[in-house]
């Protein structure tokens, strides 16, 4: 492996991708040194704030249940992710979507782990509802090929339906129904949220901040690392 090395000063680009970077790691490192499992979920809630917990959370916050941290396939190397990128890129170029929006949709419903299940029951990297899988053939909805390609024609579907991205994107999270309901984005602050993140990152933006880190035990011992301490109490950061 080659070294990479810094020839002059660190831009603000450059030095956000790192904090994002050293506060990620911090997070996990945390989550692994303090929990007698080594299994990590991911939620956003429904103001958008990030959390990382050692509990499966409860509620109707969207979750992604990572894989082990100790299963070789999904170790920080991020050796499977290239994979998945290709076939994300092959598919959205054979359905006529770009492949930069295909892929943001992907870092934005599961983060690219293709065991992702939500509390609504969204599976896969896609996050394909079951009747979404079934509409469009699909015999197991955790093979990442069989659901990106039923996502990605799913998609397309919903921006040729809408003619507007956002209105699409705002389809794919909250249904076709209820954009066609409010002729547009809902008021909804996971979709308007949801929408705004992929768009940021279709855009070449990023859309999380996790340059400050809080760490909450509940009472059950539960413990969360959040970027927001929004309704939370007795937080210490790092």
């Not at 969207?62 to 070789?72: E, N, P, T």
């Not at 979709?191 to 990023?206: C, D, H, S």
């Amino acid at each position: 492996m080659g070294r990479v090395g810094l020839m002059g000063p660190i831009g603000p680009m450059e030095k956000r991708v790192l904090t994002f970077i050293t506060a990620f790691t911090t997070v996990i490192l945390l989550l692994a040194a303090n929990t007698v499992h080594a299994t990590i979920y991911k939620y956003v809630d429904r103001n958008g704030v990030i959390h990382f917990t050692d509990s499966p959370p409860a509620g109707d916050a969207k979750a992604l249940k990572a894989r082990d941290s100790r299963d070789d396939s999904t170790s920080g190397s991020g050796a499977v992710y290239p994979d998945y990128r290709r076939i994300a890129e092959e598919a959205a170029r054979k359905y006529g979507v770009s492949p930069r929006l295909a892929k943001s949709v992907i870092e934005v419903e599961s983060g690219w782990n293709p065991g992702a299940i939500s509390r609504k029951g969204a599976m896969g990297l896609m996050q394909l509802m079951p009747e979404t899988a079934r509409l469009y053939g699909i015999s197991d909805p955790f093979d990442p090929e069989e659901n990106i390609d039923a996502g990605i024609r799913y998609l397309k579907y919903l921006i040729d339906r809408f003619g507007k991205l956002e209105f699409a994107l705002a389809a794919y999270n909250a249904g076709p129904a209820t954009v066609d309901r409010y002729r547009g984005i809902p008021p909804f602050r996971e979709t308007r949220n949801y929408v705004k993140a992929i768009m940021g990152l279709y855009n070449g933006k990023e859309y999380v901040s996790m340059s400050r880190i809080y760490k909450v035990v509940l009472d059950d011992g539960t413990m969360i690392y959040t970027n927001s301490p929004v309704y939370l109490k007795d937080l210490s950061s790092f």
